[in-house]
T-cell receptor
């Protein structure tokens, strides 16, 4: 079956511009996560959705970052007034939630964002 | 102190030998522990997860957890060149949220 998909795969923008990154989770997965991975680092948590609501946005670095998931499926990560330090691979992951402890997160291929 | 610490490597292991990857974590409330493999330019994929103290085996992989020492490891037996990748240790502190805190990863190279 289809995995997590992310678009675009690459995004180059100029400092100060606005960007939107899209994530399409695995069908039926109610939990959705955004992570950011800089070169040589592990993924860093940004935000977690359970259904339509942001259950935990403690990882968003500042108010330039915002994410939505209006219908509980596709999510969009929005970055305003981009800075060179925002350059990274943005990873989306989804998970099927149940009463069980098996809680594998399936990652998408990522969007590589470059801010010039 | 970082929340999840790993030796960044690179770790070089001859083909057929055992590769040992280590990870320590700082939050004693951590409940679940994961090992992800990440090939260069690709996204992380889950290798193993472990919740309870002791060993958990899956094929050539064994995860070991010691909560008292706040230590988790991954052993790869009969290492193959295809095992060459970065291995990420990840931790979460409880159920119902499941956000992962990752280490920086250990780069493993299997030498033919």
């Amino acid at each position: 079956g289809a995995g997590v998909s992310q678009t675009p795969s690459n995004k180059v923008t100029e400092k100060g511009k606005y960007v939107e990154l899209r994530c399409d989770p695995i069908s039926g997965h109610t939990a959705l996560y955004w992570y950011r991975q800089s070169l040589g680092q592990g993924p860093e948590f940004l935000i977690y959705f359970q259904g339509t609501g942001a259950a935990d946005d403690s990882g968003l670095p500042n108010d330039r970052f915002f994410a939505v998931r209006p219908e509980g499926s596709v999510s969009t990560l929005k970055i305003q007034r981009t800075e060179r330090g925002d350059s990274a691979v943005y990873l989306c992951a989804s998970r099927w939630t149940s009463g069980r402890r098996n809680n594998e997160q399936f990652f998408g291929p990522g969007t590589r964002l470059t801010v010039l | 102190q970082k929340e999840v610490e790993q030796n960044s490597g690179p770790l070089s292991v001859p083909e057929g030998a055992i590769a040992s990857l280590n990870c320590t974590y700082s939050d004693r409330g951590s409940q679940s522990f994961f090992w992800y493999r990440q090939y260069s330019g690709k996204s992380p994929e889950l290798i193993m997860f472990i919740y309870s103290n002791g060993d958990k085996e899956d094929g050539r992989f064994t995860a070991q957890l010691n909560k008292a020492s706040q230590y988790v490891s991954l052993l790869i037996r009969d290492s193959q060149p295809s095992d060459s990748a970065t291995y990420l240790c990840a931790v979460n502190v409880g159920f119902g949220n499941e956000k992962l805190t990752f280490g920086t990863g250990t780069r493993l190279t299997i030498i033919p």
